[in-house]
């Protein structure tokens, strides 16, 4: 069997990985804090006797686009934005600490703080739980300010703060839920001074018009690659009956 026709199945599968990746981040394109996912394979020769041009395509795991994006105001008081390489600490579904960038906080039925996809915040001291208010701030460093129900604005208390944790992109590694984890052996260092904004959202960095082209670009690849494989059967066929005329 003509090694082009592994070649090419190799080549298809990975495209298809790619294009569940490509589509991944397009659907993410509008969704809060989102670091996109990068595409990327590699050329592996083909093991054994056979053309040099010929090679199979290897998965490869290049991580995540770490550019942050845009900044945009909402007012909204329990809307926050990051600066840049620092990260806000909440609890993953099996318990350990992760960290993301979406910002669009909201309050549980028990005043427990939430990001919006249902991950608990944490803050200095655990979970972030805020009693009833009529107003509430978050300050440039995560400090949480309310002013209690009946209350005018002298009576102004602080119940906790943000747990905002500093962290290059060398230092996390993504998880299949999309949080960001510390990887094996590093210690991550609490953020400080001002690097939280409130009233603001850092947007995805989906840069929306490559992604499209990259869908279409991966479209043409598989159907480039099938049509190869098509041409594999064809020319096996076509060599199974000429040995079978010449015997």
Do not use: C
Not at 32 to 54: H, I, K, M, W, Y
Not at 203 to 226: G, K
Not at 236 to 247: E, H, M, P
């Amino acid at each position: 069997m003509d090694r082009a026709l592994y070649v090419a199945m190799t080549g298809a599968s990975e495209t298809l990985r790619q294009q569940a990746i490509n589509n991944h981040n397009l659907a993410n394109a509008s969704t809060t804090g989102f670091r996109a996912e990068l595409l990327a394979s590699q050329a592996q020769d083909v093991n054994g006797p056979g053309l040099p041009t010929r090679v199979n395509s290897a998965a490869q795991t290049p991580g995540w686009d770490s550019r942050g994006g845009n900044i945009q105001q909402t007012g909204r008081n329990l809307d926050v934005a990051m600066a840049p390489d620092t990260w806000l600490a909440v609890q993953a579904s099996d318990g350990s600490e992760a960290y993301t960038k979406a910002g669009d906080l909201q309050l549980d039925a028990y005043g427990q703080l939430r990001t919006a996809s249902g991950q608990t915040v944490l803050g200095d001291a655990g979970p972030v739980t805020i009693p009833q208010a009529a107003d509430l701030s978050i300050g440039g460093d995560g400090t949480i300010t309310v002013q209690p129900l009946g209350s005018g604005t002298e009576s102004l208390a602080t119940v906790g703060r943000l747990k905002v944790m500093q962290a290059t992109p060398d230092q996390l590694e993504r998880g299949t839920d999309g949080l960001m984890r510390a990887k094996p052996g590093v210690a991550l260092n609490p953020a400080s001074g001002n690097v939280v904004t409130s009233g603001a959202l850092e947007s995805s960095n989906v840069n929306l018009p490559e992604t499209m082209v990259n869908m279409i670009s991966l479209a043409r690849q598989f159907e480039l690659q099938t049509k190869l494989m098509k041409t594999a059967e064809d020319n096996a066929a076509a060599s199974s009956t000429l040995t079978r005329i010449s015997g």
